[in-house]
Each structure stands twice: as C-alpha cells, then as structure tokens.
C-alpha cells in the first residue's frame, strides 16, 4: 500500500529493460538485433528514482529523466536526494564529445556530463560516482587527459556542432535500446543533443511531438511534390520525424 522511495545515481553503461530479466523477447525467430525487452541503455552519472526490487534481489524498478523500466541493481549506488543531485549539477564539468570512451573500467557515451574538481595543464580530474560495500554513493577522484573527446562545458549549439557531432557515429552499428554499447536513430539524436546541454525524449514519437523549437508537419501534404519544396527550404542539421524513425537532415 505504501512506497518508499529511493534515490540512487548510475554507476556505469547498463541496461533499463521492460522486466526485470536479462532473457531477450524477438519478434521473427533468429532476430537477434532486436531485443524487445530492451527499453533503452543508461549512461555512468543518471539520477535515478527507485519505486520497487525484483523479488529476487538483482533488479530495481525506477524512472530516469525520460523513460522508466527495471535496472539491474548492480549499476546503481544509493544516496540521498541532495547528494545526488548537488554531484550531478556540480560546476564546473566536463562532457564527452566524442562516440565513446573509457575512463577508468567504465564506458562513457557522448553527452555525459562528469563534475569536475581540478583543470590541470594537460589533464582533468574528475568526480566518478563508485558505490561502497552497503551500495552506498561514493565519490571516487581519477585524473584523465585532457584530449578531443572531452569538452570544457557543454558545446555551442550551432548547426555546424550538430553536424560534427553527427559524424562521429558515422560507421557504427545501429544498436536497438543501446544494445551492443552503440544506439539506434532517436538515441543517436539524443545523444548529439546531450553535448549541448539539451535533453530530449527518449523515443522517436515523443521526441517530434514534444520537442521545443520551429517545426515542419509535412503529415498534411498530399503530394511528394509538395514534400520535397518545403525540404528545399528546411534549414541544414534538421531532425526528421517518421512513424518509428528519425534521422538527421543535411540538406
């Protein structure tokens, strides 16, 4: 009848899943790329609400900023609410421009915003969040070179950012809910995103209806003519909006 809730913070790359099971759910027998109890894949350093366990002990069920579903509890650390959130809204921080990167053991996606204790001359140390022997918080110090994957702060949002963040994907292989450690398209726009300090929805749908900022319905037009004039004029690192797809537009 009664809740308690907890507040705990993402300790490394992990998955949010729809039950609390690592056994996969395909549609066509042998399609493995898609795991359809795969929600979404969770970043080091997310604030996370926790509503409930498993039964078991191994899963706790919360919410993020944008989805919600069942974390495995070995990829979370507890803490206090105003702990949590004074480490996540720390100033100054780092963020990670690049695909991908290791810091330490652990795996950081691009947009992940790390605080920052000490700017060095040729490296950062930063605050990584570990957890004790009680699942507790615990801030661990680790000094990483200061290189082109990382960035003071959040980017400049401009259009030119948004295609060099783009890019960077380029290559990689599409990973349905973050499977596999890469992204499928609405994380891919996400992620890019992130570097700039703009958080977006986590699926497609919610991402087109709800996104702030000037809009294009294409939905009313009757004719790929008429389609294809207003794509004429859609400015450059456009994100495009389809039923189950996004993708962005480079003119």
Request: with cysteine.
């Amino acid at each position: 009848d009664n809740i308690s809730i907890q507040y705990g913070i993402t300790i490394d790359r992990t998955v949010l899943r729809t039950f609390p099971t690592f056994d996969p759910s395909y549609r066509k027998k042998g399609d493995t790329q898609f795991d359809r109890f795969q929600e979404t894949a969770l970043y080091p350093c997310e604030p996370v609400v926790i509503y409930s366990e498993s039964r078991d002990g191994q899963w706790y069920f919360g919410r993020i900023y944008n989805y919600v579903g069942w974390i495995p509890k070995d990829s979370i650390a507890l803490g206090d609410k105003e702990e949590i959130f004074k480490y996540i809204n720390k100033e100054p921080f780092i963020v990670v421009i690049h695909r991908q990167m290791t810091i330490g053991d652990k795996l950081f996606d691009m947009g992940v915003r790390i605080p920052l204790k000490e700017e060095k001359d040729y490296s950062y140390i930063v605050l990584i969040p570990e957890k004790d022997k009680y699942n507790k918080l615990h801030i661990v110090e680790k000094e990483v070179a200061k290189t082109n994957k990382l960035n003071l702060g959040y980017l400049p949002y401009t259009k030119e950012n948004i295609i060099l963040q783009a890019f960077k994907f380029k290559g990689e292989e599409y990973g349905w809910g973050g499977l596999n450690s890469t992204r499928d398209c609405s994380g891919f726009i996400m992620d890019i995103y992130r570097t700039f300090g703009i958080k977006l929805p986590r699926n497609t749908q919610e991402q087109g209806a709800k996104t702030a900022g000037k809009g294009y319905d294409l939905n009313h037009m009757k004719t790929l003519e008429a389609k294809l004039e207003i794509l004429e004029k859609i400015p450059m690192a456009t994100v495009l909006y389809m039923p189950g797809h996004t993708m962005l537009y480079l003119g």
